[in-house]
Every structure is written in C-alpha cells, then in structure tokens.
C-alpha cells in the first residue's frame, strides 16, 4: 500500500493560483494511477483530475478543464495539480488518491487516500 499526504491548500483571491502537491510513500509510486478528488461543504466528493501510472493519459472533470494541470514525478514520488483562474466554486478540501489497477473518475475505484487540504477561493 502508499501512504500519501496533501499539501499547498490555501486561500487565494479568485483568479489566483495555487499549486497542490501529494507525496507518496511505502510502495513504488510508478506502480499507482493517481487522482485528485474534491469535496466542498454540503457537497459530495467530486473528480477532479487524474493521470495513469506513466503520464500519458490524463482526464479533467469538464470543469476544470482548461485551468488545471495534474502531473506527477515519478523519481520523486509526488503528483501535483496546478490551479490557474482559480473560482469561488473551486473552494473545497482537495485530496489526492491512488489504486494500482484504475485511471478512473470515480472515486470508489481508489483504495488509498490523503487526508485533504483545504482550497478557499474569495470573491
């Protein structure tokens, strides 16, 4: 199993950035497809992004399309999501999740997952 935990949270002015990283450990990384999911208050958790165990296949939700890039960094464990034209609507705790079989868009197919980091875009 990995071991990761989110971080890069924060409040940030709507059409600000943010970038948020999810570090991985335990074992091999390149051996995980990797997802970003996000829940805001009231809401249930959502897709947000992933990318496969090699990087070359890559799906957004439809609604961050276009404004956020989710990479990752095999040598060094991590996956990141870069948040340009950040919303009001993008607040919400993001979390980051991994599963060895599945690039998928829904959030049962992960078996692991970070604790979150919390995202708040003001108007």
């Known amino acids: 199993q990995i071991q990761l935990v989110e971080s890069g949270g924060g409040l940030v002015q709507t059409g600000g950035s943010l970038r948020l990283s999810c570090a991985a450990s335990g074992r091999t990384f390149s051996n995980y497809n990797m997802g970003w999911f996000r829940q805001a208050p009231g809401k249930e958790r959502e897709f947000v992004a992933t990318?496969?165990?090699?990087?070359?296949?890559?799906i957004y939700a439809t609604s961050v399309k276009g404004r956020f890039t989710i990479s990752r960094d095999n040598a060094k464990n991590t996956v990141s999501l870069q948040m340009n034209s950040l919303k009001p609507e993008d607040t919400a705790v993001y979390y980051c999740a991994g599963d060895r079989y599945y690039s998928s868009t829904r959030e049962y197919d992960y078996d692991y997952w970070g604790q979150g980091t919390q995202v708040t875009v003001s108007s």
């Open positions: 990318i496969n165990r090699s990087g070359n296949n890559i």
